[in-house]
Each structure stands twice: as structure tokens, then as C-alpha cells.
């Protein structure tokens, strides 16, 4: 699997942690200590069951010579 | 149970392209004294691997606010003391904070222009070899060998009065300086044992002055711009400092190691030697700077700046005049300064904002492109996939 920066993790977990809080149902078996949307969704994460990943662009080519 | 050193070479061959050549060399040079086991060995390759790719900045990561804090903090805690003497005897060099914004200026002069001159392995142990090329190098004007100068109204001529001291410290003969004098237009020299008169022709009270001033101004010897010269011994080799710098001109004097050689003015670098030299200068300036002060930043954070500075050829100042102030947005640069005129002016031009930067973004309100507001998430489609076939 790819390795996600922390700031690609960041963001899946948060965008995941939104569709729990907004009654998505956990793909994982939710146990007691994990109960807010930002945990569920870090294991989740962890797990690799996420269905989110991320787009990574190229840096665009800049045109030289500019003002 | 120790592994042969054949084998540990073979095994470390295998990550020489995920980590950085200097610490495989280093590796390679350890491995070589120890002995380890297989289980040592892998536990090493592993930890090397796991804090290099800590060390790594991550895509997103904000460098250039790290950088700017990591070199503004330090210097906020630095002592306001702008001379100081730097370890060679009675020479004055800026440093600290006022150093530091010299840097960052791109300043035309350093206000302390100094030279480090290095010599070639032969010479570099001789001191008198070293004492004749720190002769060449400072230079001498007849106002540095005179006690005083004397103008005569009446017989219209200026005389120069000679210290002998000097002449003979500094090993100039009085044909020297005459012989130096002769071609100034219209005069007349004359000379006995320690004085020396210039006889004007038309007399006149401003003619004797500009007369004047023309001979005390007059160069014997050395190079231009290098006032005084100060020998040192480091370890076993003789080192030159000087006061006042001119790298074209001391390059091109014999017995001058050129590869050490430096001055701390970053343009004359910049001309003699070009950008990249002007790049290396401005970082090994700026850390000296610092590390004297016993401030660390990270030399990650200065190339950063020194890159910044010298991306286009030539060298910028960071700010109004240099790299703030040409920045492409239009928007960037008037959150920056004089906000009025920059965006006047765009509107004549009629320049188009790109919002690629991140200053425009938070000014427009959208999300920038940094950290976590570059990610784009996407579904993954295989998980479906997955979970249909199942």
C-alpha cells in the first residue's frame, strides 16, 4: 500500500471521521473504547478498509522568465 | 556467529540507494572496525532507514514559515553587540544581528569588507614566504609612509614630510614613491634625505590642494581596496585576514590557494565566481554567523534562504526590493507592503491573478495549497471491487 503523509492521513481520517459522525456504519467492529467518529475512523484507517485515497499531482510546470 | 565482512558488505549493498551516499559511507566505514551478527546487522540497517525517513520533510510541509522562524527566533536572541573582535588580533569584523541582516539585504558592501586568504600547500608552512605575499597583498599609499604634508604658498610647492619608521616597516624606498610621483601631470619632483617637494607650476591655493590630495592618494604598492593585512598561524600553515576585499585581484596573485580563498562580500562572489559560489557563500556567512553566536539552526533552513535569494542569477534581497517585493501575485505582494500602489498599479496593467500561492488564497478565502488543504481524495474503486466479487 502507499505510504501517506501525514497530512494525506489527516485529511482521509477527517473526511472519514464526517460520513461516522453523519451515521455512516463502521467497516470494523466498533468495541468499547473506540466510540468517537475520530478514533473509528483512525483504526479504520490503520485496517486499511477506508475507501478513500488520495490524488497526487505532479508539481504544474511553471513558466519561466515570468514578472 | 559474527558475520564475514564480505557478507555484512553484501547485505548493506542492498540499501545504498535508499539513504543519503554520506551516511552509507559512514556505515560502510563502521561496519568495517566491528564485528556483528546478522541480527545486529539488521537491527542497525533498520533503525538507519527508520530515522532517515523521519528526517525527511514531507510533501505539504510548510518550509518556507519553518525556515523564516527557525532563522528568526535565533536571531532575536542575539546579543545587539555589532564589533567584535573575531579571534585574529585587532581585526573588526561585523557580526550578530547587524551581520545577519546584511546577509538577508544583499547588501552592495558588507560594512566590514574581509578577506580569508588561504596558501598553496609549498608555501603555506613559510613564513616568510607567506610575509612576502601578505607584502603584495596590502595596500600602500603614500599617505600611509608620510608624518605629514606641507603646502608652500610662497614657493608654491606641497612637501611631503616621510616617516622613516614606516619606510622602513613596510620596506619602501624613497626612489620608489618619487619614481610613483614623477607622472602626475605638471609637477615638478624634487627630493633629499626623508622629504620630498612637488613644485607647481602656477600657483595658486587650489591647484596645491588638488596637487596634495593627488600624492597622498597615490598607490606604491599592493592591491586595491585591502587596507590592512594581519598574518595568523593555524595549526601548522599561515593564514592571511585582511581589511577590505578585492577576490579578483588577490585570485591572480601567485602562491594563493584559490580553492580556500574568501571574502565575506557575497556580491563580489556573486561576480567573480557566480551564483552557485554566491548560493554557498550566503549559507556558510549566515551559519558562521550564527554558530558564533552559539545559536543551531539546521543548514536545511539556510539553504532554503539562499536559494530563495539566488534562484533567478542574480543575488535578491529578501524584502521590499528582492524577493517579497516581486513575487507574481499581485495580491501577495500588496498583503505585503504598500498595498495601495501595488494593486493601482496591477489594475493599469491589467495583471491577472493566478491564485496558485498561499497568501491569496487565505486573502480570497479558499483553502491553500499546503498541508492538508493540498490533499484531493479520490474512492477507491478496488475496495468496491472487492467487496462485489465477494
Partial sequence: ?67 | MFLEPDEVKKRIEKIREEIPRSVFSELEEELSKVEVTEEELNKIIEEIKRRYDYSLVEPGEAVGIVAAQSMGEPSTQMTMRTFHYAGVAELNVTLGLPRIIEIVDARRVPSTPTMTIYLKEDIAEDREKAKGIAKKIESVTVDDVIKRAEMDLIDSKVTLILDEYELKRREITLEEIVEKLTPIKGVEVEYNENQISLKVPNPSMKELRKVATRARGQYLRGIKDIQRVVMRKEGKEYVIYTEGSNLKEVLKIDGVDITRTKTNDILEIHKVLGVEAARNAIINEALDTLEEQGLMVDIRHLMLIADMMTVDGEVKAIGRHGVSGEKASVLARAAFEITVDHLLKAGIKGEVEELRGIVENVIVGRPVRLGTGMVELKMRRELEEKREEA
Fill in chain 1, 1 to 67: 500500500m502507499l505510504k501517506l503523509t501525514k497530512f494525506e492521513k489527516a485529511r482521509i481520517i477527517g473526511a472519514r471521521a464526517l460520513q461516522l459522525s453523519m451515521g455512516a456504519p463502521p467497516l470494523i467492529k466498533v468495541t468499547g473504547d473506540e466510540v468517537t467518529p475520530i478514533h473509528i475512523a483512525i483504526k479504520e484507517l490503520e485496517m486499511g478498509v477506508i475507501p478513500i485515497t488520495v490524488k497526487r499531482k505532479m508539481p504544474e510546470k511553471m513558466e519561466l522568465g515570468g514578472e
